[in-house]
């Protein structure tokens, strides 16, 4: 994916970490050609006997376009409301076709993918879909420049229709992962009727898509899906789906409990979800969880003092606890992360473990002393995290009570928060001598837990990152030898090569350190009994249809 301008844009999301695990990329609901927006009620949308599923979210989108959805609450409604080129099948990480009918004819030098596409499709105002459509889909994503447009904007050289259902797409570089780029729920086909290109052209309330739910009502407080009738593939095997928009977790905890919801997805707060889970196992309801793909790290500057001695950054590495952190402050609601990459992905490789372990004390005390560090000079270290997050809080003040405890003095660390906006802006300018953060995944590959963290398109050893992903993450981390692996992989088409080069970049960045992987989220949803295949794809998305009762 690309780059940084990326990180703050990502991180939006972020600030609102205080769900992380109940996570999720977010409730959806299908496409559709948008009948008329009103300014709803909630009448009509409890949990009914005619059909229909009932949802409730704490997530409110902030628009339905497509090509300017990059929150969770937006991109969980367009990916309900739409069909993309590519999808997953639930539990996998593997690309299947959807809306293409095979897999891209890539050329021997990495930049021309051919794409044949399915015939006998329309769209929600029964306008045909056609490699026409999704040209003209493509181009908007990039050309009215809404928030994820450098998604392709940074990699897409040309689009063109080859034939009425063939696609072509020219890259500007290789790049390995460029399919699952189009498996991004935002790179929808839209109806070339509906909606027109030039930057800012934007329709927020409006869907118009080829997906197995039409919108039927936009309001402030809920959104009603009616099933299309003229889909082309399996049919929802629900009537419809209404989306409740809560106002707070607690009213989502509430709604769930009293039976005024079929379904409660994101956000809920980590107590909510263990109390829900234990009368889940009562049989109650229904309590169901997934492994998730968001990470949380720990962000190392190696431009600050002393986090320029790479000792330093090694100690902190070997003296977190990540089976306390999870038991004390995530109520088990993750797994324990020892990679950047994720377990999610089959290249994802535990080095930290390996190197560092966990509550290794003994270890970080000898890194420091080597250092130069004691009790009477010890290591001091800022410890920043963006306000309104619960969670990191206490992670912070874990970590600082672990580090009093068990470190003799060598250690200190000093917890200091600032608000969400200013942190995120000001995080590339190096403020920030080490930072708790988490990361949302643009789209399901390896390569998007590295390049924007490491790769750096300008810098040096002496003066690290000066422009480039970790810049803008605020490691500053500057490795040329990483920076030639991250365009190695994504050049590479062969999967087992690729597979040998993530290794190669994880055994670097666990002998550097530039940031400490912490935990891996797990995502929940609940379900009323009687209510059935409930079930998260992989970037976090609820499945609506699927759902019946």
């Known amino acids: 994916m690309t780059r940084f301008a990326?990180?703050?844009?990502?991180?939006?999301?972020?600030?609102?970490?205080?769900?992380?695990?109940?996570?999720?990329?977010?409730?959806?609901?299908?496409?559709?050609?948008r009948s008329q927006t009103t300014t709803s009620t909630s009448s009509g949308n409890s949990a009914t006997g005619d059909g229909r599923i009932t949802i409730g979210t704490t997530a409110k989108p902030r628009t339905l376009d497509p090509a300017d959805a990059y929150e969770l609450a937006s991109l969980g409604l367009v990916f309900n409301m739409s069909d993309r080129l590519y999808t997953y099948e639930p539990g996998s990480t593997e690309i299947k076709p959807q809306l293409a009918t095979a897999l891209p004819k890539v050329s021997p030098d990495g930049l021309t993918y051919t794409i044949p596409l399915r015939q006998g499709v329309v769209f929600h105002d029964d306008t045909p879909f056609n490699a026409e459509a999704m040209v003209f889909t493509i181009k908007r994503f990039i050309e009215n420049k809404g928030k994820p447009s450098f998604l392709l904007a940074d990699t897409v050289d040309s689009v063109k229709a080859t034939g009425e259902y063939e696609l072509t797409i020219k890259l500007k570089k290789p790049f390995a992962a460029f399919p699952s780029l189009l498996a991004f729920s935002g790179v929808c086909p839209l109806s070339p009727k509906a909606y027109e290109l030039g930057a800012g052209k934007f329709k927020p309330e409006t869907f118009v898509g080829t997906g197995p739910y039409k919108l039927a009502q936009y309001g402030t407080d809920s959104l009603r899906l009616d099933v299309f009738d003229k889909y082309w593939g399996e049919k929802p095997a629900n009537k419809g789906i209404n989306v409740q928009i809560q106002t707070s977790p607690v009213n989502l905890f509430n709604a769930f409990r009293t039976g005024a919801l079929d379904v409660a997805y994101l956000s809920l707060q980590p107590d909510q979800i263990r109390s829900l889970e234990e009368r889940g196992k009562k049989g109650d309801w229904q309590a169901i969880s997934a492994q998730g793909s968001v990470v949380s790290y720990m962000v190392l500057n190696r431009n600050q003092k002393p986090l320029d001695k790479p000792e330093v950054r090694q100690a902190i590495a070997s003296l977190i606890d990540r089976q306390l952190l999870n038991q004390r402050v995530l109520f088990n609601?993750?797994?324990?992360?020892?990679?950047?990459i994720p377990t999610t992905f089959n290249v994802s490789q535990p080095l930290f473990k390996d190197k560092y372990g966990d509550a290794n004390f003994d270890k970080a005390k000898q890194l420091l002393t080597g250092a130069g560090f004691s009790k009477e000079n010890p290591a001091k270290i800022q410890v920043w995290y963006p306000a309104s997050s619960p969670t990191r809080s206490l992670v912070a003040q874990t970590l600082k009570s672990l580090v009093d405890q068990k470190m003799d003095g060598i250690l200190q660390l000093e917890i200091s928060t600032v608000e969400g906006a200013t942190f995120f802006k000001d995080i590339g300018k190096g403020l920030y001598p080490a930072a708790l953060l988490d990361w949302y995944p643009d789209f399901l590959d390896p390569d998007n837990y590295v390049q924007p963290f490491l790769a750096c398109q300008k810098g040096s050893v002496a003066k690290g990152c000066e422009d480039g992903g970790s810049q803008s993450q605020g490691s500053f981390y500057y490795n040329e030898a990483v920076n030639k692996l991250i365009d190695q992989q994504r050049k590479e088409q062969n999967p087992e090569t690729r597979k040998q080069i993530f290794t190669q970049i994880q055994e670097q960045v666990t002998n550097d350190v530039p940031y400490v992987p912490l935990w891996q989220n797990k995502d929940y949803v609940f379900a009323q009994k009687g209510v059935t295949n409930v079930q998260l794809d992989p970037t976090q998305n609820l499945v609506y249809k699927p759902i019946k009762k």
């Open 333 to 340: 609601q993750a797994d324990a992360l020892y990679s950047m």
């Open 6 to 33: 990326i990180s703050v844009k990502r991180w939006r999301g972020m600030t609102q970490f205080l769900s992380l695990f109940c996570l999720c990329l977010l409730l959806v609901v299908s496409c559709t050609p």
